[in-house]
């Protein structure tokens, strides 16, 4: 399998723990490129038409998009049960969470493609708050929910803590962890120090 890849995507990382987790890294060669919205790499585009990442080429049934049709085709390939449960009530719950999580990542981005990629007197505060208001809404919304979580990996609990993950790496001055104890404590115990994290620290 060959990845679409560049380290300081969070939807990347996701992939990239999944696989960690799953221990079917070492099947997947990473392909380093870079690209942005107004600006595509072709190699990239011929995979995945929208010219995002991450993508995935398999060895199957071709080119695989996007972070949660990947991650959820890597647990099946795996076998696993509890990356993503086949049925059942857990098994709308972890994708429920990924879908939150992803959203907090979309808006995250979006922000930080605002800032660095528009020109200033381009920019619109106004949107920026929008969109700073639905990441504040999810993370209260993932600490009502924090002692649920579990430190069991999951789709949802991966993206959950991408999702975190970014906002240090990218907004680490508006400090996700206030006013989110729970939530904090969740992290710092389950996901800070893990392996899989430490292994793919976003670069650049």
Known sequence: MKLFYASASPFVRKV????????????????????TPIQSNPDLAAANPLGKL?????????ALYD????????????????????DGPERWSTL???ALADGLL???????????????EKQSADWDEGQRQKVVRTLDALEVEADALGG??????????????????????????????KLTAWFN????NRPSMADTAPQG
């Open 16 to 35: 990239l723990i999944v696989a960690l987790e799953l221990g079917i890294n070492d099947r997947i060669q990473r392909i380093d490129v870079a690209t």
């Open 54 to 62: 991450p993508a995935l080429v398999t060895d199957d049934i071709g």
């Open 67 to 86: 972070s949660a049709v990947i991650c959820e085709y890597l647990a099946a390939e795996a076998g696993s049960a509890t990356m993503l449960p086949a």
């Open 96 to 98: 429920r969470l990924q």
């Open 106 to 120: 979309d808006a995250a981005v979006l922000r930080r493609y605002e800032k660095a990629m528009r020109p200033t």
């Open 152 to 181: 069991e990996p999951t789709l949802g609990t991966i993206a959950v803590a991408c999702g975190l993950g970014y906002l240090d790496f990218r907004f680490a001055h508006e400090d996700w962890r206030e006013g989110h104890p």
């Open 189 to 192: 115990e389950n996901w800070a």
